[in-house]
């Protein structure tokens, strides 16, 4: 029995873990893709998870206890941006490479044996040497990770049972958590907040460019407030104000304004979210918005581009450009595997508004659409087994193969 309380009851499994697995030298990096514009107004979050680890995390390398660290916030906040930035930051400390995961937590939760899987892979695993129970691969992975200096990043976790597989015997290796409300109470913890107005308004300057800034400072002011400050809104607006490169955004500021109302037992902060959305849904081009209400069909918000493509009425590559539309204008996001994006739950709620009152009579035809495509709710992409053997420092890469899926 390991740590965890996982039994090994398989004998071709002993065997293994006597010999050991057979081994590829590999440094894996398993964060997404690095963002376009800077991280704006996390210095102080920054510097506080720097001073949890430096300060303490390197002191407990003796320690029996693992090191980790939560980011708490609220959805929309901007806990995924600061826990990849700060890895990449940090990345260098950690000679044996970054694992990372989306639990989806607050969605439709990812198994921990398909996580262990990709995580096994990542160190280097051959695909016929990794185990088919969880709770071998459990054992598996608190094996290869005592032997290494890894940066686990486990990304929307709902609870503590969903990190339980992924923590490590010894403290040689660090875990980064994200979380909405803390999930573990042994981690040292960083609260995020909305941004001050200062950094709003930066933020604001990363989409629209310094100059609009400089021409409407306060309309800018104004637009920041009106969002509560919160960079998912930010984002959101900004995109509204460039795609009106004609409109003062002091006018954007002022229709904003008189859309906001405390209606349908809304309050006038959810109002204020609502409309935002709304206003950011208008610029759309008439296919991406089709595409981005018809997403709310999908029984969780991890959007595949097959699926995409299957609700868009194309194929799987000219379905790219209309998720790339939609990446653009922060209506949805990027993940680890760039053939899988996220949609967030305030932009999956509108969006399934608009699918009710503008398409009522495709739900059921799109749902059955989805039936018929089981396998795209479990079975990682070939893109994705790609990216799990990707590495940043010397080794051989791991092609991908069917049969390494799981």
Not at 367 to 387: G, K, N, V
Request: hydrophobic letters at 40%; glycine letters at 6%.
């Amino acid at each position: 029995m390991s740590a965890f309380g996982y039994v090994i009851m398989v004998p071709k499994m002993r065997a293994t873990l006597r010999r050991g697995p057979r081994l590829i030298n590999t440094r894996p990096n398993q964060l997404p893709e690095r963002a376009t514009r800077e991280l704006v107004g996390r210095a102080e979050a920054l510097a506080d998870l720097d001073d949890l680890y430096y300060g303490d995390g390197r002191r407990r390398t003796r320690h029996a206890i693992p090191v980790v660290l939560e980011i708490v916030g609220l959805p929309g906040v901007g806990k995924s941006e600061l826990a990849v930035h700060w890895a990449r930051r940090t990345k260098d400390h950690f000679p044996d490479g970054v694992l990372y995961a989306q639990l989806r937590g607050h969605d439709e939760p990812i198994s921990s044996g398909l996580v262990l899987g990709r995580f096994l892979r990542g160190l280097g695993v051959r695909a016929a040497d990794v185990p088919v129970g969880v709770a071998e691969r459990a054992s598996l992975f608190q094996r290869l990770v005592a032997q290494r200096r890894v940066l686990i990043v486990l990304d929307d976790a709902a609870t503590a049972d969903q990190l339980t597989p992924f923590l490590p015997a010894g403290s040689r290796s660090v875990v980064l958590v994200t979380s909405r409300t803390g999930v573990t109470d042994s981690a040292r913890r960083v609260v995020l907040d909305v941004l001050d107005s200062d950094e709003s308004v930066r933020l604001l300057a990363a989409y629209v460019g310094a100059a609009r800034v400089e021409a409407e400072p306060q309309a800018l002011r104004d637009l920041a407030a009106l969002c509560g400050h919160w960079p998912l809104m930010l984002s959101l607006a900004a995109h509204c104000v460039l795609r009106r490169p004609g409109v003062p955004a002091s006018t954007f500021v002022e229709n904003l304004r008189s859309a906001i109302k405390p209606v349908d037992g809304r309050s006038l902060m959810d109002s204020a979210v609502w409309v935002t959305v709304d206003e950011a849904y208008r610029t759309l081009p008439d296919r991406a918005a089709a595409l981005f209400r018809r997403l709310a069909i999908l029984p969780s918000k991890r959007v595949s581009q097959r699926e995409a493509a299957l609700l868009a009425g194309v194929d799987d590559g000219d379905v790219g450009v209309l998720l790339n539309t939609l990446v653009s204008v922060s209506m949805l996001q990027r993940t680890a595997d760039p053939a899988v994006y996220h949609l967030h739950d305030l932009l999956w709620s509108y969006a399934r508004a608009q699918l009710d009152e503008q398409e009522p009579d495709q739900i059921p035809v799109l749902r059955r659409q989805i039936r018929r495509r089981p396998s795209e709710r479990t079975a990682p992409t070939t893109h994705q087994a790609a990216s799990e053997s990707r590495t940043d420092g010397p080794g051989r890469r791991r092609p991908a193969r069917p049969d390494d899926l799981g």
